[in-house]
């Protein structure tokens, strides 16, 4: 059972740092990607990584966030530098749920529609 949990939002002053943190206790998958919704406005995809490191990023945060992930602990991490009141959403953590073993091909955030199990979230806000 696919169980992922996020952590390590929190208030923060514009140009400040968080790192996010998105672990299943059990499992390693294929593709965990991160995705951030704020109020009012479509859920946006923002990073992925695949089990063999392929990293895809959105053109809008290339650059400033950068994801990263310890097999060994399960988790994989989002990095959010030099943030803005525009990075104030909830941020979300979501997988395939196939095994890391899989090999695939595809892992990227785009593809919201691939990601079939998704974290409660994480709050970040941003004050200027």
């Known amino acids: 059972q696919v169980q992922l949990a996020e952590s390590g939002g929190g208030s923060v002053q514009a140009g400040d740092s968080l790192k996010l943190a998105c672990v299943d206790p059990k499992y390693n998958y294929y593709c965990v990607g991160w995705f951030r919704q704020a109020p009012g406005k479509e859920r946006e995809g923002l990073a992925a990584i695949d089990a063999d490191d392929n990293i895809k990023y959105a053109d809008s945060v290339k650059g400033r966030f950068t994801i990263s992930q310890d097999a060994a602990k399960n988790t994989v991490y989002l990095q959010l530098n030099n943030l803005s009141a525009e990075d104030t959403a909830m941020y979300y953590c979501?997988?395939?749920?196939?095994?890391?073993?899989?090999?695939?091909?595809?892992?990227?955030?785009?593809?919201?529609?691939?990601?079939?199990?998704w974290g409660q979230g994480t709050q970040v806000t941003v004050s200027s």
């Open positions: 979501a997988t395939d749920g196939m095994p890391a073993t899989y090999g695939g091909t595809w892992c990227d955030s785009g593809r919201q529609g691939d990601f079939r199990y």
